[in-house]
Antibody, heavy 123, light 108 residues
Framework: EVRLLESGGGLVQSGGSLRLSCAAS????????MNWVRQAPGKGLEWVSG????????YYADSVKGRFTISRDNSKNTLDLQMNSLRAEDTAVYYC????????????????WGQGALVTVSS | DIQMTQSPSSLSASVGDRVTITCRAS??????VNWYQQKPRKAPKLLIY???SLQSGVPSRFSGSGYGTDFTLTISSLQPEDFATYYC??????????FGGGTKVEIK
């Protein structure tokens, strides 16, 4: 059974930093691209960042480029999101989500999601 | 950036109704569209990928269609557990992806 479990959320002041982690199990983690998607309170879904499974290529939404860093540790089956220079508009539930297809393909079809971690940035 | 516009933003329907949700892309995206269901305080769930392929374990009352810029999610006979918010998502533009604004399906 595929399981994704986020941790590290919390309350942080504007300009501060926070690191989210996602622990994965039930699949060959290193073979799949992974993503972070966020949802502000009462709002829709916004893709934040992605990382390929094969070569570790990273991708970012313009809204977080230069402030957030995605990384993965295939030996520990973990996905991280380092968030710096946080702003009030970064307040959201952050989900990690698995790509549907194994291998080099970065399909961005998200077939499994974690339960989410709430990040609140106070101004 | 490719924009995805969903309509309606909300609808009221009864159990047993046929429900249709549409999504329009700002440019042609072939069949690179997915549909997700999200219930309150839960993570989204993949229903349909590649515009019309049913994700494993999803009931057959859900179906998707469309190509190019116009896409549709249909629920053939609405069930009590289907009251939720539905999102379309494009995966055409590399490397990003974008979601529609969502359609909330409520009980009439």
């Amino acid at each position: 059974e595929v399981r994704l479990l986020e941790s590290g959320g919390g309350l942080v002041q504007s300009g501060g930093s926070l690191r989210l982690s996602c622990a994965a199990s039930g699949f060959t983690f290193s073979s799949y691209a992974m993503n972070w998607v966020r949802q502000a309170p009462g709002k829709g879904l916004e893709w934040v960042s992605g990382i390929s499974g094969s070569d570790g290529s990273t991708y970012y939404a313009d809204s977080v480029k230069g402030r957030f860093t995605i990384s993965r540790d295939n030996s520990k089956n973990t996905l991280d999101l380092q968030m710096n220079s946080l702003r009030a508009e970064d307040t959201a539930v952050y989900y990690c989500a698995k790509d549907k297809y194994a291998g080099a393909r970065y399909s961005r079809d998200l077939d499994y999601w974690g339960q989410g971690a709430l990040v609140t940035v106070s101004s | 950036d490719i924009q995805m516009t969903q309509s309606p933003s909300s609808l009221s329907a009864s159990v047993g109704d046929r429900v249709t949700i549409t999504c329009r892309a700002s440019q042609s995206i072939s069949s690179y569209v997915n549909w997700y269901q999200q219930k309150p305080r839960k993570a989204p769930k993949l229903l349909i990928y590649a515009a019309s392929s049913l994700q494993s374990g999803v009931p057959s009352r859900f179906s998707g269609s469309g190509y190019g810029t116009d896409f549709t999610l249909t629920i053939s006979s609405l069930q009590p557990e289907d009251f939720a918010t539905y999102y379309c998502q494009q995966s055409y533009s590399t490397p990003s992806l974008t979601f529609g604004g969502g359609t909330k399906v409520e009980i009439k």
